[in-house]
């Protein structure tokens, strides 16, 4: 059973650069979310999808954050314009439709440094 | 505003000894608190709490919620030096079916041999 898988491991760009991050959740997790962590800090929430569905996005996410879930399998995370305050360690996280409530795991995530 | 504080947010502690990790909350419409410990890499999940005084166990590992007092704590006994990490406590407000995570700051717990 292969765990949450993100893609790249590191990304460094100058700024004002677009940026995309791909998340390949827990094979039949129909749920995936995506995170942000700056140092010191636990994670905050971004975004999350339901099957193809973006269901809620947070207001952390601002109009140069875009996510996508095409076909309910992988997802993307694109930034557009990258700004210094960008850097942060991207988390992205799954969990399956089931009964009660069903803890998400978590990929190693995309550290981004903005320089 | 949805908020988890944790307790202490630094912790050194020698080898074999006991540590209580503390996490309190203010989340609406609360579905579960949940455990997780972060290395250099993912948060890997502990343990998902939903009732008040049930204690949930994991070998040296345990945890407790009280819903009424709105907290939790970690415990973990004869600490080894791989229990080195950040500990984050998660709380589950209702989103959609799922749960939205709020995570508190961490604890720092340092193991030294």
């Known amino acids: 059973d292969t765990g949450v898988s993100q893609d790249p491991r590191h990304k460094i760009t100058k700024r004002g650069q677009n940026v995309t991050f791909r998340c390949d959740p827990i094979?039949?997790?129909?749920?995936l979310y995506w995170y942000r962590q700056t140092l010191g800090q636990g994670p905050e929430f971004l975004t999350y999808?339901?099957?193809?569905?973006?269901?809620?996005k947070s207001r952390l996410l601002s109009d140069r954050f875009s996510a996508e879930r095409p076909k309910g399998s992988f997802s993307t995370l694109e930034i557009q314009r990258t700004e210094q305050g960008d850097s942060a360690m991207y988390l992205c996280?799954?969990?399956?439709?089931?009964?009660?409530?069903?803890?998400?795991?978590f990929g190693d995530g995309t550290r981004l440094s903005i320089l | 505003e949805d908020k988890v504080v944790q307790s202490p947010l630094s912790l050194v502690v020698h080898e074999g000894d006991t540590v209580t990790l503390n996490c309190s909350y203010e989340?609406?419409?609360?579905?579960?608190l949940l455990w997780y410990k972060q290395e250099k890499k993912a948060p890997t999940f502990l343990f998902m709490l939903t009732s008040s005084g049930i204690e949930k166990k994991s070998g040296r590992l345990s945890s407790i919620l009280d819903k009424k007092e709105l907290f939790s704590i970690l415990n973990i006994t004869a600490t080894q030096t791989g229990d080195s990490a950040i500990y984050l406590c998660a709380v589950g407000g209702a989103l959609w079916g799922a749960q939205k995570l709020v995570f508190g700051q961490g604890t720092r717990l340092t193991i030294n041999p």
């Open positions: 094979s039949e997790h129909n749920r």
């Open positions: 999808f339901q099957n193809e569905a973006q269901l809620e």
């Open positions: 996280a799954s969990s399956p439709i089931g009964a009660g409530n069903q803890p998400q795991h």
């Open positions: 989340v609406t419409n609360f579905r579960s």
